[in-house]
């Protein structure tokens, strides 16, 4: 698993330089980034983020691109006003931070985000979306609200001891080959489990050559040579949505 000096895999890796197209509003007891498409529309994407949290402006790009590709997209501050990880932190103390932060511990937020798509965006298909912590989110709240009709887990972190068999809707996981912190056995493992005892379509991906992260944390003109493999896992994100929402 991580080492002791880096026990996470989430170096900040390319920051974008984005300003976002959407807005800032309160939703119940925390806060969240909303972009919505240019026509009105009943579909809504919840976008979970990692680790350095809602603001990041990657990950609001990524809500901007479902936007652009006729979602309402929502990136809540799941970690409900406590601070985000900051490449700068001391990777000492990461354990200690996370434990205050399980990503399988968001209903309250996820209530109070599921009810505002519902009353204030007339939202009636919704999805999730999530990256790394947010990977994790997904797979938790696909197997607790039956009303997300489709789900993409992107790069989240694997125990062996996960079970996700009891998904309720279909749910894409995409990894990454070369991600050192998610070793390609439990990648296995994990499609094992699926074909075993899943009852909602699925599907397991690894992107070749890839690492942790690529399709929302690298910059396409800055790794030309990756550039097919993170517009490949953007078009099959936005392609699972459209299928199943």
Request: aromatic share 12%; glycine share 8%; net charge neutral.
């Amino acid at each position: 698993m991580a080492n002791e000096s880096r026990p996470c895999p989430c170096g900040i890796g390319d920051r974008f330089d984005y300003e976002g197209c959407g807005q800032e509003v309160q939703v119940g007891h925390i806060k969240a980034y909303v972009c919505k498409p240019p026509a009105g529309t009943d579909k809504a994407v919840i976008v979970i983020h990692d680790i350095f949290g809602w603001q990041l402006p990657n990950t609001r790009y990524m809500a901007d691109m479902l936007a652009a590709n006729g979602y309402i997209a929502i990136c809540p501050d799941f970690f409900a006003g406590r601070e985000a990880w900051k490449p700068s932190d001391d990777w000492s103390k990461f354990d200690d931070w996370l434990k205050t932060r399980d990503a399988r511990k968001i209903n309250k937020e996820a209530d109070a985000v599921l009810k505002y798509l519902k009353e204030q965006c007339g939202a009636k298909k919704l999805g999730v979306v999530g990256f790394c912590w947010g990977g994790v989110a997904v797979r938790h709240l696909m197997m607790t609200y039956p009303e997300l009709k489709a789900g993409v887990s992107l790069y989240g972190l694997i125990k062996d001891s996960d079970d996700i068999s009891n998904l309720l809707n279909p749910t894409f996981f995409i990894f990454a080959e070369k991600d050192e912190f998610i070793p390609l056995h439990q990648v296995t493992l994990l499609e094992q489990k699926l074909k075993k005892s899943c009852k909602v379509d699925f599907e397991v991906k690894i992107y070749p050559g890839q690492t942790h992260g690529f399709v929302h944390r690298r910059r396409e003109d800055i790794n030309p040579q990756d550039k097919p493999y993170i517009e490949e896992g953007r078009k099959d994100m936005i392609n699972w949505l459209n299928k199943y929402i």
